[in-house]
């Protein structure tokens, strides 16, 4: 079965980075593009960006731009997410999300699969 | 950005009555392939959301066939025709039609 399992929670102080790590099971990873989306504390639902399947372009959110990176490694089906100049507010649950499948050629843009969720807390 | 509107913001329903969602785009989600870019999304308490309803009108697996969706264009709807307790939880809509994917504002359902 599909599995997206993610690394543990983050204590990060305001300035620092964060990398998160999303480990993929039970599909064809080179097939599937994969997304992060973040929740701040008792708010909705920011979707960040996606990463093509091998890994070799990648689209952020605008909001993002500048301060995030996303990654992948095929070999061991891992995807990362990594967030600069971590502020305040970049306090929340993010997660890793796998694509349904393909879609007018390219991401359906949609999240099919999710990963259990990585809390990242910005704290002095 | 496209931006997603939903109601109502907060749903109590009886269980075993039927209970309807809205949700709205700032344009249509309709491609040229004839489909809408339109998803359903439910976050179960303490849980990851989970997909519902994809492309306006498909279950996605898994799911009882109690919720449907409908809707084309700018304008969409999900249907539970009986609900149930474990249905408790925030409703997301969120389109796909273009990058940021947008979300909105979620719809708590509550049991009565």
């Known amino acids: 079965q599909v599995q997206l399992v993610q690394s543990g929670a983050e204590v990060k102080k305001p300035g620092a980075s964060v990398k998160i790590s999303c480990k993929a099971s039970g599909f064809t990873f080179i097939n599937f593009y994969m997304h992060w989306v973040r929740q701040a504390p008792g708010q909705g639902l920011e979707w960040m960006g996606l990463?093509?399947?091998?890994?070799?372009?990648?689209t952020y959110a605008q909001k993002f731009q500048g301060r995030v990176t996303m990654t992948r490694d095929t070999s061991t089906s891992t995807v990362w997410l990594e967030l600069s100049s971590l502020r305040f507010e970049d306090t929340a649950v993010y997660y890793c999300a796998r694509d349904r499948g393909y879609c007018r050629g390219s991401s359906c843009n949609d999240f099919e699969f999710w990963g259990q969720g990585t809390q990242v807390t910005v704290s002095s | 950005d496209i931006v997603m509107t939903q109601s109502p913001l907060s749903l109590p329903v009886t269980p075993g009555e039927p209970a309807s969602i809205s949700c709205r785009s700032s344009q249509s989600l309709l491609h040229s392939n004839g489909y809408n870019f339109f998803d359903w999304y439910v976050q179960k308490p303490g849980q990851p959301p989970q997909l519902l309803i994809y492309l306006s009108s498909y279950r996605a697996s898994g799911v009882p066939d109690r919720f449907s969706g409908s809707g084309s264009g700018t304008t969409f709807t999900l249907t539970i025709s009986r609900v149930e307790t474990e249905d408790v939880g925030v409703y997301y809509c969120?389109?796909?039609?273009?990058?940021?994917?947008?979300f909105g504002q979620g719809t708590r359902l509550e049991i009565k």
């Open positions: 990463i093509e399947p091998r890994g070799d372009s990648t």
């Open positions: 969120t389109q796909g039609l273009q990058t940021p994917i947008t």
